[in-house]
């Protein structure tokens, strides 16, 4: 009696193996080399705080410049969650947030920054990540700092 459960669990755990694994999507990521990349390649057009996340979401690096205040840390981080989350630059986001009545409280959302310094990344047509910079002299300029580092690594902030 004591070795049929196990002769029983033994053949149940065969038989499951024996079904194919479904075809599950293959996605391009962002790895943390590459986040370092984009997060150097900023820091050398602007003095700032950089933040790289993922596709998911994940913080995969921060980086702050000497001398730029620690509020510009979590900007970045959030800025890039704007940019992710809608697949949208920030500040694109935050003009068309602005303009739209349905859509004016977006900026009660916590993890949400509706300013310009926050761009998705986009591996080809596939969104692969989201940077943000934050204290490189205003929301333009933030801007412009993280669009050039993501084209000077060949990733691009617009489909």
Same mark, same amino acid.
Do not use: W
């Given at each position: 009696?004591?070795?049929?459960?196990?002769?029983?669990?033994?053949?149940?755990?065969?038989?499951?193996?024996?079904?194919?694994?479904?075809?599950l @999507?293959?996605?391009?990521?962002?790895?943390? !080399?590459?986040?370092?990349?984009?997060?150097?390649?900023?820091?050398?057009?602007?003095?700032?705080?950089?933040?790289?996340?993922?596709?998911?979401?994940?913080?995969?690096?921060?980086?702050? !410049?000497?001398?730029?205040?620690?509020?510009?840390?979590?900007?970045?981080?959030?800025?890039?969650?704007?940019?992710?989350?809608?697949?949208?630059?920030s500040?694109?986001?935050?003009?068309r !947030?602005?303009?739209?009545?349905?859509?004016?409280?977006?900026?009660?959302?916590?993890?949400?920054?509706?300013?310009?310094?926050?761009? @998705?990344?986009?591996?080809?047509?596939?969104l692969?990540?989201?940077?943000g910079?934050?204290?490189?002299?205003?929301?333009?300029?933030?801007?412009e700092?993280?669009?050039?580092?993501?084209?000077?690594?060949?990733?691009?902030?617009?489909?």
């Amino acid at each position: 009696m004591i070795f049929k459960p196990l002769v029983l669990s033994i053949g149940l755990g065969l038989a499951g193996s024996a079904l194919a694994a479904p075809e599950l @999507p293959r996605h391009a990521e962002l790895d943390l !080399a590459t986040a370092r990349q984009l997060a150097d390649a900023s820091l050398a057009q602007c003095t700032a705080v950089v933040s790289v996340l993922d596709r998911g979401g994940n913080l995969l690096v921060t980086l702050r !410049a000497d001398g730029v205040g620690p509020h510009n840390t979590v900007a970045s981080q959030r800025k890039a969650y704007t940019a992710l989350s809608s697949k949208t630059p920030s500040r694109l986001f935050a003009e068309r !947030a602005r303009n739209n009545p349905e859509a004016a409280n977006l900026n009660t959302l916590p993890e949400l920054l509706l300013l310009g310094g926050g761009i @998705p990344l986009f591996a080809g047509s596939e969104l692969v990540g989201a940077m943000g910079i934050a204290g490189a002299g205003g929301a333009a300029q933030d801007e412009e700092c993280a669009l050039k580092a993501a084209q000077n690594i060949g990733l691009r902030a617009v489909l």
